[in-house]
């Protein structure tokens, strides 16, 4: 496995000079002051600094991208700008990261890399692909979950950095009819409202069934249809009243759900 490593110094000219807080080496023709200890301040090393994130993008595309296992791996350079130890060296990460943000850089479930912006992040059991599959997510917003390749336990932070979604109530919602009624509705239906009462993905679980209940999701029940076996509700007494609406017979409602 492929493993980033720390260095105790970081800033090169040929020979180590200082430590910048970087997760990788940089190596130019810097100006010294006389004990060789430090940067100089001057414009020269103002304009090596300009052009590193731009070097690192180039390294993406050039190195990072051919290479089955640096393709994602390439995450672990980066990190937040607080572990920046010289303040000086803080603009060089936010410029990497504005780079990154313009390139088709992060890999998708299907394998096409896309702008860090149409990425979505799932939650740790990828619950939320159970509720909003790949397929309608792309279809409906333009968007795709990340690939299951990418370490997102360890690089979400990055991910989010770099404008990344997280998969949440607002984000999915807009997809939940197309989904509920592309495939088997009832069972669904039932398979949706079970992660939502999952408080480890939902949280506040109370949010996605008022949601839900805004949907014209459910085709037309009635009481006694063998359709829908009741009982298989018996741990979401909750949620029954989101199953039956009143109609006129023909398919109509006649009532919001949930009222």
Known sequence: KFQVTSFHKDVFVFLPVRKA????LVQADWLLVASREDLDQSPWNDAI?????????????NLFFKDDILQ??????????????????REVLDGIFECLRTMRCIRSQYGSFLL???????????????????GVLWKQLGLDYVSADVDIDTHR???????????????????????LRDGDQFSSMFSYLKI???KEFAGDHARWLAA??????????WVGSTALDVKALDDLEDV???????????????????Q
């Open 21 to 24: 807080g970087f997760k990788f």
């Open 49 to 61: 600094r300009a052009a590193i994130p731009a070097i690192f993008s180039n390294a993406f595309s």
């Open 72 to 89: 994602n791996a390439y995450l672990g350079y980066l990190h937040g700008r607080e572990n920046i130890v010289d303040t000086c060296m």
């Open 116 to 134: 860090p912006h149409e990425i979505v992040l799932p939650d740790p059991r990828r619950r939320c692909e159970e509720v909003v599959p790949g």
């Open 157 to 179: 932070e990055v991910l989010v950095q770099l404008g990344c979604r997280e998969a949440s109530l607002d984000l999915l919602t807009p997809c939940l009819e197309a989904t």
């Open 196 to 198: 939502c009462l999952d």
């Open 212 to 221: 839900v209940r805004t949907l014209r999701v459910l085709p037309l029940l």
């Open 240 to 258: 029954r009243p989101l199953l039956f609406a009143p109609t006129d017979g023909s398919g109509r409602l006649l009532a919001e759900m949930g």
